[in-house]
């Protein structure tokens, strides 16, 4: 089946309602139920003393659309489509209890999984392993619908561009996010912590063997894709309880430190969040834990996993740190990066990865394709170079499988 024809199958049937979706004769989605412990950390949340007064953005013109003052108004820590929800697995069939999984995280902005499921399903059917895909906080389903309605996000894109008309690549599809990190970038580095405890938790309950269908000794392994190697970086970093000593980690368009990536896209970030982003967890991050208590506890050393989120922020700060610990597990790393993508461009993934010496013996591949691509779309399911998207896609997905192996 070509790559195109896949994507729209697959994109068809799934869904978070069935506990289990026959995908074909060898491989089979299930869902499971979640539930995160860790909405006490967001803003709002009773260990979080974030202050939630709203100040209008613009507010020299005097208004404040009462659509974006709702989005914004509204408590992170009460926003329950984050706190239960249901993840996929796609594994193996006829396989109960399997041996082996692999996290998949996605990238920045994303609502729907449509386009990771082949790659799931490759991966699956060439390791045998169960591929594992989480969401980020507030992302995928664990954001409101209404962020993803597109009546009512044109509605505050318009509203947005008023109010800030230098603004660059604001659209209906990255509105949301936009608007609430320019109001709180902070939240950037929250939702990025509980998401990291949220995948603690999991793995926790299948070393105590509560999950239903994955063995309690099963290998563990992680998959990532742009932003997502952000969060992966920082879980194989901590390497809470050794869970991740024997992992192999593999970076797909992604891997760079905060500070080195472009995210003003109309699919992503648009550029004054990005400049408020930007603002507080690189050029003023020290002067905030100074003054938050909260954040100081996070990131000034008590965790590590804070630590190690605070050292991918920034290319400069605790640089001969975070270089030491890709060094112990260089030989578990691998990454693919595109010779066209502008948002995390290849020599910044190998200026992370490698270090400034260019003296750390991680592998990183840069791969062209023969089609007009971009970062958010690697392969394009379009019929006119469907023969073209399956090669590259095999071609990119046989190198991740390998690696695995």
Excluded at 7 to 12: A, V
Excluded at 171 to 186: C, D, E, Y
Excluded at 315 to 330: A, G, V
């Amino acid at each position: 089946m070509e790559y195109c024809d896949l994507y729209k199958h697959l994109k068809n049937i799934e869904c978070y309602e069935a506990n289990e979706i026959n995908i074909d004769e060898n491989t089979v989605l299930r869902n499971y139920n979640f539930e995160s412990k860790y909405r006490f950390i967001l803003p709002g949340g009773s260990g979080n003393n974030d202050d939630y007064e709203y100040i209008p953005l613009g507010s020299e013109h005097g208004y404040e659309p009462d659509i974006i003052q709702e989005m914004l108004n509204k408590k992170d820590a009460e926003i329950l489509e984050n706190i239960k929800f249901r993840y996929h697995v796609i594994a193996p069939k006829n396989t109960p209890r399997v041996k082996g999984i692999l996290f998949m995280f996605h990238g920045f902005n994303e609502k729907h999984w449509a386009k990771y499921l082949p790659w799931a399903k490759y991966i699956v059917e060439k390791t045998g392993k169960a591929v594992v895909l989480f969401p980020i906080a507030f992302h995928m389903n664990r954001a409101p619908a209404a962020w993803s309605d597109m009546r009512e996000m044109y509605s505050i894109s318009e509203q947005r561009k008023h109010r800030h008309p230098d603004v660059i690549g604001s659209s209906l599809s990255n509105v949301a996010i936009s608007t609430r990190l320019h109001n709180k970038p902070q939240r950037f580095i929250w939702s990025g912590l509980q998401t990291y405890y949220d995948v603690i938790d999991l793995i926790e309950d299948i070393k105590t063997n509560n999950h239903p269908n994955i063995d309690p000794e099963a290998s563990i392994d992680v998959f990532s894709y742009s932003i997502g190697s952000f969060l992966s970086e920082i879980l194989m970093m901590t390497n809470k309880n050794d869970y991740f000593s024997k992992s192999r980690f593999i970076s797909f368009c992604g891997g760079a430190v905060f500070n080195r990536l472009s995210p003003v896209s109309k699919f992503i970030l648009d550029s004054e969040a990005n400049v408020s982003l930007y603002s507080y967890v690189v050029e003023h991050l020290e002067s905030h834990m100074k003054r938050d208590e909260v954040l100081r506890h996070y990131l000034g050393g008590t965790h590590p996993e804070g630590v190690n989120f605070r050292s991918m922020l920034n290319y400069k700060t605790l640089t001969k740190y975070r270089e030491s610990k890709f060094r112990e597990m260089s030989d578990r790393i691998y990454a693919i990066t595109l010779r066209e993508d502008t948002v995390v461009p290849a020599y910044e993934v190998i200026n992370t990865l490698q270090g400034v010496n260019r003296d750390i013996p991680i592998k990183v591949d840069i791969l062209g394709f023969p089609y007009k691509y971009k970062h958010e779309d690697p392969f394009p399911a379009l019929q006119g170079i469907k023969k073209e998207v399956t090669e590259q896609f095999k071609r990119t997905f046989d190198l991740v499988c390998e690696f695995l192996k």
